[in-house]
């Protein structure tokens, strides 16, 4: 099972831009499709984005798409979410998640990290 390690959150202002990393163990990190969920307060977990194994594809929740922008570097067993145009609603605790499929990653089946906070004041 891959081990997932989030890094990049902090505070940022409203239109300003934020990049998260999340690093994996395990020597099959190429072979996973990865993702990112958010979690805002007294809210359910939520999709963000997800890559596949190979990077050639990437989906998106309605609500990131055009600002967020997820990749992965399979040599440094790393996949990353660049954030524009950042919002307050934006503010949540941010996951990596790992799965076999993009399916199992966008519906939440596969590993998860700790999370790192993303702050956006008004």
């Known amino acids: 099972q891959v081990q997932l390690v989030e890094s990049g959150g902090g505070l940022v202002q409203a239109g300003g831009s934020l990049r998260l990393s999340c690093a994996a163990s395990?020597?099959?990190?190429?072979?996973?499709?990865m993702g990112w969920f958010r979690q805002a307060p007294g809210k359910e977990r939520e999709f963000v984005a997800a890559?596949?194994?190979?990077?050639?594809?990437?989906q998106y929740a309605d609500s990131v798409k055009g600002r967020f922008t997820i990749s992965r570097a399979n040599a440094k067993n790393t996949v990353a979410l660049q954030m524009n145009s950042l919002k307050p609603e934006d503010t949540a605790v941010y996951y990596c998640?790992?799965?076999?499929?993009?399916?199992?990653?966008?519906?939440?089946?596969?590993?998860w990290g700790q999370g790192t906070q993303v702050t956006v004041s008004s």
């Open positions: 998640a790992a799965g076999t499929t993009i399916v199992v990653v966008m519906t939440a089946k596969g590993s």
């Open positions: 395990g020597r099959t990190f190429s072979s996973y499709a």
């Open positions: 890559i596949s194994w190979s990077g050639g594809t990437t």
